[in-house]
């Protein structure tokens, strides 16, 4: 009997020992685990995209360069967007708007930055991928590398360099968040740069398929544009950070101003150039839209500079970003005619000193223009025969909207503002004509989408982007520019003035080529003949203040304005002025054409650099906030 | 072999001797409250001679005319009857409150209540009966040691949540083991079980009751047994309710003039140039009610719910056997309608239909003379119908929608004579949120099946030594449901006026977009099985009068394995199996039946872990000592019947510390399939990014919970009962998020085994109980829980300039918030006040927050611990019962206190996104005219204000409430009627659920807490029958 127990015993024991060995081990073999990542060639190209896809995207309206600076307003309803907080005034240390310091996204460039390390670090694993592919690669990444801690640096200044990826079983007193030097980063950021532009193509081999990944010319423009931010004044001898010291007392930002900074800008840009026009590229003219119908020279022309962005791949884009554009175009489209659905949200829309920006007809600014009724811009007036390619006739509008450049026309609409375009390219005697004053189609919709101001972005908008049928929206895709061939020509002349004791002919060049392209007779004529201070390109102050004008209204909507104004100190003179706009709820002419003050903003010393969110700053103390914050 | 043969000698003498004797007696054994009480011993005094009632609590039994009965009942006090000439004999038993004999159900067994050196609660099925149909509802304030609530009534969705004795962990799983006759099953069983067919609910609270579970134990352990079959002719019983339901509380609501003055006053006190949404002409025309088509009114709550629901219930069981097999089976069924209105013309029914039938049997067989089988099954069928979007969210709608733009539906007009389709109000462009169109213009259906089938042998031993005993269970459950949507595109109309003749008809406003045929869209499938097996042996000796020992051992395996939903395809964590393995022991020794030891043991292995970290030990000490049956307490025993101290220690696992698709800590996780990043020409080359959602860590573990428990049990007089236990518990080990700096560039938390919480508290319960004459009874009952916790460790930065932030030294769920002052009198004061960094405008009447540090600005820094836990920390109950002849009363009360809720100022804020406004702000907010600084609502606006959204003290409600959670009345009909109807038992009663509530808080049913938007717990007014034949 007792065996019995035994056995009983035995048994039970045994199911214990047989299954303890596998059944509780579930998981099977081969999980995807971080090593699959870099098994083939498809799965490291799938890393490699996905830090492609961390670049920021500069068309997205949550880009607060398009919408956190004077640039475009929007309805009150909008108030809560990351731009237009920073836009009022009203970024915060306890949720920073627009912040990038933080995130555990794909997306966020610390994220990036180690995923970049961790391509570098694992990318000899692979295997089946030839030597000029990886070489290539590695290039690629190396530049963005870069690019994620130069994006950082020209928000928040001295940011921490990774270098490689910090082990995750690391202790915790062992990690700590330190900040280098702006100095150290900017180095770094070059060497960085320098290592990849060696070895990136010239040209895409396969560009129907690569356009939007790195080249030589796209790394070597990007590489100026890191030379001039650090020679701009924000950063090259910034005194107000003069006793901003990390842990051992250095200083964060270099301290004394460095000339040498601004030929090393002007060589980059040069040489970027260089490489530019050797892979081909070129400004974007007036022949290169295709249009099979005749048409004006006037309308010409303004089709052609309204399409220097919005012409997919054009000859003059070194580098667009792939994300969609229907956001922004959606946003910065007026209502044409009457719709009967709501297919445009119609509120990314530029105030009244965007408007009163551009140049007069003879390419001056409209202040300094001797035969521009200045005093009386605010005023109507019935558009003639002569203004019917830009205001329809025998209507009225501002005396403002009359006698400007072709930019302000192809780049700006407003009321009663000629639109081609949207199913109308065939003559342009036929276009759509924007009636925007209440109870009118281009009016307040709902109160969240209108303009607030008045004028439209037009530049945004492709020729061929259309409402069908009244109903819904189909865009015309763009690569939007994150560099392109007039940005960097302006950057050489403002570099090169900057080195020069006085302007010459050399800085006039670069400037004139981007005037040219838009119409406008060079600088020094131009002045000479127009302006109420003819000999203002002849010094070095005068000079700057025209390349940088030149620079607004050329690079308008695409972001550039809102970092170069930082760059170059003057966001607290702009930032602190009132937002003006046309009394747009109003029906009558007079009373629509009467200047509205929509909103002051303030901007302040500490607005210049983000704050890094203050619970990072409370969870690792060795991290240094950023002044005034 | 020898004993066997005695056994036989006995059983035949005992055949022969009843033979000689001359006479029957029948009658019925009836508890206190007058139902008959099946499974009570009749016996014949000083003899081993026995019955006991059937189903119905009948017996009959051969005695002879001296013969004296003893009638006994576990639970009850034995009561002694002579026979004396009587035919029939009718016996009520009284409940024994303190019983010491009673066997009770333990983990893995059974033990007399006496030996009992752990700390359980059991109630009985009687008081869990309340007029729903979910069975978790009913549990908060009726036993002690569960801290419960419930957050919402919507049908099929309306679980309360319960914890015992809290929580003391801030890991992921906190909720206890549910076990239903031994099993390991799910909430959503519990729900499920009908009071009627419970035989013994139990809570399993400290270590000595719960280390046997191992690494699932640490939450507490809910057991519950079915009811058996029991010998005797058939017997059937009845149970038919219809109840009334209707939420506890509505929401009052502003009317629709003072929502668009305020809605115009909100834009103009932010912007005086503001466009105003409202035309004085519109909100003219409104008041005059000139045309009600152009200048509509609605009023949401009213278009969209009814007043009230019915639901019905029903139960039916069946019970008998013989000496070889015994059954009990039962059927119930319910349908519990929601709450929302069904169009006319709808063909289809939208509102929310659940419909759940239940199936059980138990059989037990008599094998040979020492082996039993028990066959137990259990079927489920759900069938759900009910609106897209789920009742919860219709209740939120209401209350995103502007009740001055449109009707919900209009008539048909002349232009649309001939069209089929339900003109739905819509305004503007058409994309106005019509609550409505949305809930008419589709529904969900569902259907969900539950089998569980379950095995028991049971061997008796004893031949091969007295007092061991082998068990075998087998358990095997499939689950199974389907989800299907059908909807139509709803089409919009929206009315407008023709100038010249002055005719109003109605415009389409989505033509193109709307449907009038039913689309649908396949939700969810899933498919779950699983399967346990235990092997248990056991073993019973008294060594002598004075020694006892016992022993037991228990091996367990556990294998779930389910499909995964649509949504969840490719989830590979979630597609492995759920396994558990375990050994675990119980021993005992008792000494002359007043001292007790015990020892438990759970070896537990979880398929979560890295290999070497799989295994744990788990073991529990505990002592008992009956004071009361000391010689030296001899001459008290009148007045203490029960004196009772035990203590318990040990450890406890849990290893439920990530979600289910969360268990492999000792992998990475990546996923291969992300947006897809487009390059080329066209945009049109895409590649899947990678991201990184979890880091390996191999030294991943189970948390750790460390128990103490201190009871006393103590009678007095026979007739009441108190019994309080002191509980301490440390856990350690708990899953926590490291703190490592953004600038590593991390894409998720990097966790590890570095938390530790403690908490401490009590829980007790009072019964009394006194027969009033001999017709009419009393009972006085409460209980008590009262569970607080706090984090001792974690990972944190260093506080110590702000030592308000730590969270260690703070209950687990404490709200951090800021400490509102008041409101701002105007901009003056704003510009001389610390600056409120939160991003965005604010101004006078906008709240002003306390600069707790002093640094003159207000951030994250200066947010502080407020109010109480979210979970309250103490849940209460007491009611009394009585009865005479044939009616009954009780009722019932059950409080919860300690505890916050915040007010959710996003979701309540009036006009934006066409959000309504709420009466009580309407009555009480600042305004410029109206300057009161402590009003409800801070200065209206038309945006989200930043400075008002935060979590502070000016939104913070107290949790605390008391209700009367049911009451009920009852008649049960005179025997001599019964005769007559040849029935054994009929009682009518009327009972109510949710009655009144009585809080601080008056904007919705407090118990609803911070879901006080949606679908709202029910009043319920409940009618019904009790049969019995």
């Known amino acids: 009997m007792k065996n019995n127990i035994y056995i009983l015993l035995i048994i039970l024991l045994s199911i214990c020992t047989a299954c303890e060995k596998d059944y509780l081990n579930v998981v099977p073999d081969n999980v995807a685990t971080i090593d699959n990542a870099f098994s083939n060639r498809y799965n490291a190209q799938k890393f490699l995209f996905t830090i492609y896809s961390a670049i920021p995207a500069p068309g997205n309206t949550y880009n607060t360069a398009l919408n956190g600076g004077d640039e475009i307003w929007y309805p009150k309803s909008e108030v809560n967007r990351p731009g237009v907080k920073i836009a009022q005034g009203f970024q915060s240390v306890s949720g920073p708007s627009g912040n990038k310091w933080t995130g555990s996204h794909v997306t966020a460039p610390y994220v990036a930055i180690r995923n970049c390390n961790i391509f570098l670090k694992k990318i000899d694993e692979v295997q089946g991928l030839n030597k000029y592919e990886k070489t290539q690669w590695v290039a690629e990444v190396k530049f963005l590398k870069a690019y994620f801690h130069f994006y950082l640096l020209k928000m928040y200044g001295p940011v921490v360099i990774n270098d490689t990826a910090i082990e995750i079983t690391e202790a915790t007193s062992d990690i700590k968040s330190v900040r280098n030097t702006v100095e150290e980063t900017f180095t770094y950021v070059i060497k960085l740069m320098d290592e990849a532009i060696v070895d990136l193509p010239l040209m895409l081999q396969f560009a129907d398929e690569d356009l939007g990944r790195v080249t030589k010319p796209i790394a070597a423009s990007i590489k100026a544009r890191v030379l001039m931010t650090a020679a701009s004044p924000l950063f090259n001898g910034n005194s107000v950070y003069a006793s901003f010291l990390d842990a051992d007392g250095n200083n964060l930002f270099p301290s004394t101003y460095d000339e040498t900074k601004w030929e090393a800008a002007a060589t980059a840009a040069k040489e970027a150039i260089d490489l530019c026009h050797e892979a081909g590229l070129k400004l974007y003219q007036k022949e290169d839209y295709i249009n099979p119908f005749p048409q004006t020279d006037v309308t010409l022309l303004k089709s052609a500079l309204r399409s220097r962005i919005t012409e997919k791949w054009n000859s003059e884009l070194i580098w667009g970003h792939t994300q969609g ?61 002569a203004d019917k390619y830009h205001v329809e006739k025998g209507q009225k509008t501002a005396i403002l909207n009359f006698d400007r450049e072709t930019r302000f026309y192809s780049d700006l609409a407003f009321d009663r503002g000629v639109w081609f375009g949207n199913g109308k390219d065939l003559s342009d005697d036929d276009p759509w004509f924007i009636h925007a004053r209440r109870g009118e189609f281009a009016s307040v919709f709902e109160v969240s989408q209108y303009s607030v101001t008045g004028y439209w972005p037009k530049k945004l908008v492709a020729m061929n982007t259309q409402v069908k049928t009244g109903t819904s929206l189909t865009t015309k895709a763009y690569a939007f520019p994150i560099i392109r061939l007039a940005d960097l020509y302006l950057y050489y002349a403002e570099a090169l003035n900057e080195v020069k004791g006085a302007p010459d002919a050399m800085v006039y060049e670069y400037i004139d080529l981007v005037r040219e392209r838009a119409g406008l007779e060079g600088v020094v004529n131009s002045w000479n003949a127009h302006s109420s201070n003819p000999t203002k390109p002849t010094t070095k102050e005068g000079m700057r203040k025209i390349i940088q004008q030149e620079r607004m209204i050329e690079m308008s909507f695409e972001g550039d304005r809102f970092w170069d104004l930082r760059r170059w100190k003057l966001a607290k003179n702009y930032m602190n002025k009132p937002i003006k706009g046309w009394t747009v709820l109003e029906n009558g002419v007079d009373e629509y054409y009467t200047v509205k003050t929509l909103y002051s903003p303030t901007f302040s010393e500490r607005d210049y650099l983000w704050p890094i969110p203050e619970y990072e700053i409370i969870n690792h103390p060795s991290l240094i906030q950023n002044p005034g914050w | 072999m020898r004993k066997l043969i005695t056994c036989l000698l006995i059983f035949m003498l005992g055949v022969i001797h009843a033979q000689a004797q001359d006479k029957m007696v029948k009658g019925t054994i009836f508890d206190e409250t007058g139902s008959p009480l099946p499974g009570a011993s009749v016996v014949v005094k000083g003899t081993s001679k026995g019955v006991s009632t059937d189903f119905d609590g009948l017996y009959s039994i051969k005695v002879k005319e001296t013969d004296i009965l003893i009638i006994s009942f576990t639970g009850y006090s034995n009561k002694e009857v002579a026979v004396k000439g009587k035919n029939t004999l009718n016996v009520t038993l009284k409940p024994d409150v303190n019983s010491l004999d009673e066997v009770v159900l333990v983990s893995f067994g059974k033990q007399k209540k006496r030996a009992m050196v752990s700390s359980m609660t059991t109630v009985k099925p009687a008081e869990l009966k309340i007029a729903s149909s979910n069975l978790t509802t009913a549990l908060a304030g009726k036993v002690s040691g569960l801290i419960a609530y419930q957050r919402g009534g919507e049908p099929g969705r309306d679980n309360a949540e319960f914890f015992v004795r809290g929580v003391t962990t801030f890991g992921y799983g906190s909720s206890p083991l549910i076990l239903i006759d031994g099993v390991e099953l799910e909430v959503s069983d519990l729900r499920r079980l009908h009071p009627d067919d419970i035989e013994a609910f139990s809570i399993m609270k400290d270590a000595a009751a719960t280390a046997l579970y191992g690494a699932r134990g640490a939450n507490g352990v809910i057991y519950v047994t079915t009811k058996e079959g029991t010998e005797g002719p058939v017997s059937v019983s009845a149970r038919i309710e219809t109840s009334f339901s209707a939420p506890t509380q509505d929401i009052e609501l502003a009317d629709p003039i003072t929502y668009m003055r305020m809605g115009n006053e909100a834009v103009r006190t932010r912007d005086p140039l503001g466009l105003l949404p409202y035309s004085l002409e519109k909100i ?152 409505y169109a949305q809930m008419v213009s589709g529904y969900k259906e569902g259907s969900n099946t539950k089998v569980i089938a379950q095995l028991e042998f049971t061997e008796n031993l004893d031949y091969l030594t007295e007092g061991l005993d082998f068990k075998l269970v087998f358990n095997a459950t499939k689950e199974s449901f389907y989800r299907v949507d059908r909807f139509y595109q709803p089409y919009y109309y929206t009315p407008r006026l023709n100038k010249e003749s002055g005719v109003v008809s109605l415009k389409a406003l989505n033509e193109e977009t709307g449907t009038e045929y039913l689309n649908f869209y396949q939700k969810d499938r899933y498919i779950a099985s699983s399967t346990y097996l235990e092997s248990n042996i056991s073993y019973n000796k008294e060594i002598d009068d004075a020694n006892e020992i016992s022993g037991q051992l228990v091996f367990t395996l556990n294998n779930r394995l389910a499909s995964l939903t649509i949504e969840e395809s490719g989830n590979l964590e979630k597609s492995l199996p759920y396994r558990n393995m375990g050994l675990a022991g119980r021993f005992t020794y008792a000494n002359s039946q007043k001292y007790f030891a015990e020892f438990n043991f759970g070896y537990n292995g979880s398929e979560r872990f890295a290999k070497k970290e799989r295994w744990g030990f788990f073991p529990s000490v505990g002592l008992g000592w009956l004071a009361s049956d000391e010689n030296f307490m001899k001459s008290t025993k009148k007045v203490i019947s029960n004196l009772k101290f035990k203590a318990s220690y040990g450890l406890v696992g849990n290893d439920q510390i990530g979600g289910p698709d969360d268990r492999f800590f000792y992998l990475s996780k990546v996923d291969l399939k992300g947006a897809k990043y487009y390059t080329g020409e066209n945009f049109d080359n895409g590649l899947r990014t990678i991201s990184i959602q979890r880091y390996a860590n191999e030294q991943i573990t189970w948390e750790t919970a460390k128990k103490l428990n ?209 009466k009580a702000y309407a009555d009480d907010y600042w305004s410029e005219t109206n300057r009161n600084v402590y009003a409800m609502w801070p200065r209206l606006s038309d945006n989200y204000v930043n400075n008002n959204n935060q979590t502070s003290t000016w939104f913070m409600q107290d949790g605390a409430f008391l209700r009367m959670k049911s009451a009920e009345i009852g008649y049960t009909l005179s025997d001599k009627l019964l005769a007559k109807m040849k029935m054994e038992k009929v009682r009518f009663y009327a009972s109510g659920t949710n009655l009144f509530v009585i809080s601080k808080f008056k904007l919705w049913d407090p118990e609803l807490a911070g879901k006080g938007l949606e679908y709202p717990n029910q009043r319920v007014i409940n009618l019904g029958v009790n049969i019995s034949l």
């Open chain 1, 325 to 385: 554009t229907y956001g922004i175009q959606a946003e910065s489209m007026p209502r044409l005619y009457g719709y009967t659905t709501n297919p445009v949200s119609s509120r990314h829309c530029p105030p009244l000193r965007i408007a009163e920006m551009y140049y007069s007809k003879n390419g001056v600014p409209i202040k300094e223009d001797v035969n521009y009724d200045y005093d009386n811009r605010f005023k109507t007036r019935t558009s003639l025969e």
């Open chain 2, 284 to 435: 003219d025309n409104t008041i005059a009610g000139t045309n009600p088509m152009l200048y509509p009114t609605t009023d949401w709550h009213k278009e969209l719910f009814k007043d009230y629901t019915t639901n019905k219930r029903f139960n039916f069981s069946l019970n008998g056997g013989g000496k070889t097999a015994r059954y009990y089976v039962s059927v119930a069924g319910s349908q519990d309608n929601g709450i929302l209105k069904v169009p006319q013309l709808s063909s289809f029914n939208n509102n929310i239909d659940f419909k759940s039938y239940n199936l059980r049997s138990n059989t037990n067989i008599n094998l040979t003379e020492t082996s039993k089988l028990k066959l137990s099954f259990n079927v489920n069928f759900e069938d759900y119908t009910g609106p897209r979007q789920g009742g919860s969210d219709i209740y939120k709608m209401a209350m995103r929608s502007n009740p001055v733009y449109f009707k919900p539906y209009y008539e048909k007009d002349t232009e649309n004579e001939f069209t089929n389709h339900i003109l739905f109000g819509n305004y503007g462009d058409g994309n106005y949120l019509n609550p």
């Open chain 2, 710 to 918: 201190i009871g006393m049990e103590l009678g007095l007089f026979n007739e009441l009962d108190l019994e309080v236990d002191y509980f301490s518990e440390q856990r350690s080990n708990i899953l926590a998020g490291r703190i490592l700096p953004y600038s590593m560039g991390l894409q998720t938390g990097v966790r590890a085994n570095i938390g530790e919480a403690e908490s401490h508290g009590v829980d007790g319960s009072l019964v009394y109980t006194t027969n009033l004459g001999s017709e009419a009874w009393l009972q006085v009952r409460g209980n008590y829980t009262y569970a607080k916790n706090k984090i001792t460790k974690m990972e944190e930065p260093d506080y110590s300039a702000t030592p308000w932030l730590s969270r260690i030294g703070q209950p687990i769920d404490q709200t951090w918030g800021f400490v509102a002052e008041r409101l701002f009198v105007d901009q003056n004061e704003v510009n001389n006040s610390p600056e409120q960094a939160f991003g965005g405008e604010y101004s006078g009447g906008d709240i002003k927050y306390k600069d707790i540090n002093g640094d003159g600005r207000i951030s994250a820094l200066d947010r502080v611990p407020i109010g109480n836990p979210r979970i309250p920390e103490i849940t209460y109950g007491f009611g009394v019962s009585s009865g005479y002849k044939g009616f009954d009363v009780s009722c019932f009360f059950q409080g919860n206190a300690n505890s916050s809720f915040w007010i959710n100022t996003r979701e309540t804020a009036p006009f934006i996104n066409e959000q309504q406004l709420i």
